[in-house]
T-cell receptor, first 115, second 111 residues
C-alpha cells in the first residue's frame, strides 16, 4: 500500500469555522490531490498539486484552498465551513513518470461533519 | 453533466458466479480508464486499468473490456467471492492526472 496518511480521520465542526485537513505521503510522489465523496456523485476533484507550491483547481474548488510547502504534505483548508461541505475527503497521490501518472493511490479518508 | 456514468447503483451476485459492472462515458477524448474498489471506512484501492489502444486487459479474476465505439467499459469478476463485496468506481482520464469518476456501483456477493 502507498504510504499515505490523513489527519484528522474524523472531525465535527461548526458552520463558519476554519478547518484544515492534512495529507502526508512517504512515497515522494510529485502529484497530490484532494477529492470529496458524496452519495450519487462518486469522487470529485477539489484541488491538486503538481509540485511544491504548484497547485490548480479541480471541479469543485469553491470554498476550498490548498497549500503545498513540502513534497510530502498537502493541506486542504475550508476557510469558513458550511453544511454543504459535510463529506468524506480523500487525498490521493500519483507518480510523475510515463503513463503511471494516471494511476492514483488514495489515503484512508477524513469524515467531516459541519453542524 | 456527468461524463462518466455507472447506471446501476447496486448489483447482487451469487458466490462463484460472474459479476459484470458497467460504465458509460460521453467524452470521446478519454483515453485511459481505471476501476477502483472501496470498502466502508477505507480509501479507494486501484484494481485494474486499460488504455484506449486496447480493448481488453486481464489481471487474475478481473478483466476490463473497452468498447470505444459505444463509449462503454465493463469490469468482469470471475469467480465472484464474498470478499469482492464493495463499492466499485469507474474513472476516466483525458488529460494527464485528472480523473473523472462515476458515482459507483455497490456489489454484494452472496455466499
Amino acid at each position: 500500500d502507498a504510504g499515505i496518511t490523513q489527519s484528522p480521520r474524523h472531525k465535527v465542526t461548526e458552520t463558519g469555522t476554519p478547518v484544515t485537513l492534512r495529507c502526508h505521503q512517504t512515497e515522494n510522489h510529485r502529484y497530490m490531490y484532494w477529492y470529496r465523496q458524496d452519495p450519487g456523485h462518486g469522487l470529485r476533484l477539489i484541488h491538486y498539486s503538481y509540485g511544491v507550491k504548484d497547485t490548480d483547481k479541480g471541479e469543485v474548488s469553491d470554498g476550498y484552498s490548498v497549500s503545498r510547502s513540502k513534497t510530502e504534505d498537502f493541506l486542504l483548508t475550508l476557510e469558513s465551513a458550511t453544511s454543504s461541505q459535510t463529506s468524506v475527503y480523500f487525498c490521493a497521490i500519483s507518480e510523475s513518470r510515463g503513463r503511471n501518472q494516471e494511476t492514483q493511490y488514495f489515503g484512508p479518508g477524513t469524515r467531516l461533519l459541519v453542524l | 453533466d456527468q461524463q462518466v456514468k455507472q447506471n446501476s447503483p447496486s448489483l447482487s451476485v451469487q458466490e462463484g458466479r460472474i459479476s459484470i459492472l458497467n460504465c458509460d462515458y460521453t467524452n470521446s477524448m478519454f483515453d485511459y480508464f481505471l476501476w477502483y474498489k472501496k470498502y466502508p471506512a477505507e480509501g479507494p484501492t486501484f484494481l485494474i486499468s486499460i488504455s484506449s489502444i486496447k480493448d481488453k486487459n486481464e489481471d487474475g479474476r478481473f478483466t476490463v473490456f473497452l468498447n470505444k465505439s459505444a463509449k462503454h467499459l465493463s469490469l468482469h469478476i470471475v469467480p465472484s467471492q464474498p470478499g469482492d463485496s464493495a463499492v466499485y468506481f469507474c474513472a476516466a482520464s483525458a488529460l494527464r492526472n485528472k480523473l473523472v469518476f462515476g458515482a459507483g456501483t455497490i456489489l454484494r456477493v452472496k455466499s
